[in-house]
């Protein structure tokens, strides 16, 4: 496993930042950002679609989510997309002690801190900057 996770999210401004090259597993999410991936993120591992389909705008969504190989986390598992994991929740909620997490975000780092990752960065999470987490 790799020590390194990278949580990428769609701030334009600072999604550029992330160090595509480097070996860290990198994690995406969102409806929003699979049509950029051409242009603004060459590669993941692991993609995070953690709100219900009823709140998915883009019918083309659904489709390429379908035709992917590498994990997607959800809600719960959907068999009309084979690579779609359920999120670890009860798992999640029991490690940390808490009701519920405030977005995205938090879910993708408490997986990330659960599986052992040694550093978690965020990238194009709406911030000016990135921020690490060193265990």
């Given at each position: 496993?790799?020590?390194?996770?990278?949580?990428?999210?769609?701030?334009?401004?600072?999604?550029y930042k992330t160090p595509w090259e480097d070996d860290a597993e990198i994690w995406l999410l969102n409806e929003m950002w699979w049509k950029?991936?051409?242009?603004?993120?060459p590669r993941w591992d692991r993609w995070f679609e953690l709100h219900w389909p009823a709140y998915w705008e883009d019918p083309g969504y659904h489709d390429w989510m379908k035709r992917q190989t590498r994990p997607i986390y959800l809600q719960r598992a959907d068999p009309a997309i084979p690579a779609g994991i359920a999120y670890p929740l009860d798992e999640a909620l029991a490690y940390f002690g808490r009701r519920y997490f405030?977005?995205?975000?938090?879910?993708m780092i408490a997986?990330?801190?659960?599986?052992?990752f040694?550093?978690?960065?965020?990238?194009?999470?709406n911030?000016?900057?990135y921020y690490e987490f060193h265990a």
């Open positions: 496993m790799k020590k390194t996770v990278y949580i990428v999210g769609g701030d334009r401004a600072s999604c950029r991936l051409d242009t603004d993120y405030t977005d995205s975000f938090a879910y997986l990330a801190i659960m599986e052992g040694e550093e978690i960065r965020l990238y194009g999470v911030l000016d900057t």
